[in-house]
T-cell receptor, first 113, second 114 residues
Framework: GAGVSQSPSNKVTEKGKDVELRCDPI?????LYWYRQSLGQGLEFLIY????????KSGLPSDRFSAERTGGSVSTLTIQRTQQEDSAVYLC???????????FGPGTRLLVL | GDSVTQMEGPVTLSEEAFLTINCTYT??????LFWYVQYPGEGLQLLLK?????DKGSNKGFEATYRKETTSFHLEKGSVQVSDSAVYFC?????????????FGQGTTLQVKP
């Protein structure tokens, strides 16, 4: 079946602009995660959604970052007033539930000029 | 807090050589342990996992054993191929979090030469 998909695959933006990244999880997966992969910080957790429960936002690096998950499916990660240090690959993963294997999307490569 | 430490890379081997990539962790209780692989131009894929002490995960000729006494989960393969060239990430999912979030090591780049 279809895996996790993310869009866009690449995004170049200017410092100060807002960006939206999209994730389509595997159908039926109730758990959804966002991670960030950057040269300086490696792979780090950003946010977790489980069904209709309140998300765990403990990994978001600043209040410029926010995310939502509509209807328990598609998720968008929004970065406001982007900074150069936001340049990274943003990865989305989904799983049947928090105890099951996480399947990753191909990522969105964000470059902030 | 929970953490994962991997051996520094890059690791360069000749085809058919033996591979070991060291991974140690710090966590409360008994976390689940994973190896993920990222092939060039592709996304992260689960390679193998182990969920309790002394479990051995295996896949595609790779193996790793969950060692509670040494808090380690070293990745091994008896005979590497050029197609194994990739970045390998050790990760844990710990009890200190109620989310199942993964905590990753820094990644080890493996290059296998013919």
């Amino acid at each position: 079946g279809a895996g996790v998909s993310q869009s866009p695959s690449n995004k170049v933006t200017e410092k100060g602009k807002d960006v939206e990244l999209r994730c389509d999880p595997i159908s039926g997966h109730t758990a959804l995660y966002w991670y960030r992969q950057s040269l300086g910080q490696g792979l780090e957790f950003l946010i977790y959604f489980q069904g209709n429960s309140a998300p765990d936002k403990s990994g978001l690096p600043s209040d410029r970052f926010s995310a939502e998950r509509t209807g328990g499916s598609v998720s968008t990660l929004t970065i406001q007033r982007t900074q150069q240090e936001d340049s990274a690959v943003y990865l989305c993963a989904s799983s049947l539930n928090k105890r099951e294997t996480q399947y990753f999307g191909p990522g969105t490569r964000l470059l902030v000029l | 807090g929970d953490s994962v430490t991997q051996m520094e890379g890059p690791v360069t081997l000749s085809e058919e050589a033996f591979l070991t990539i060291n991974c140690t962790y710090t966590a409360t209780g008994y976390p689940s342990l994973f190896w993920y692989v990222q092939y060039p131009g592709e996304g992260l894929q689960l390679l193998l996992k182990a969920t309790k002490a002394d479990d051995k995960g295996s896949n595609k000729g790779f193996e790793a054993t969950y060692r509670k006494e040494t808090t380690s989960f070293h990745l091994e393969k008896g005979s590497v191929q050029v197609s194994d060239s990739a970045v390998y990430f050790c990760a844990l999912s710990g009890l200190s979090s109620n989310t199942g979030k993964l905590i990753f090591g820094q990644g080890t780049t493996l290059q296998v030469k013919p």
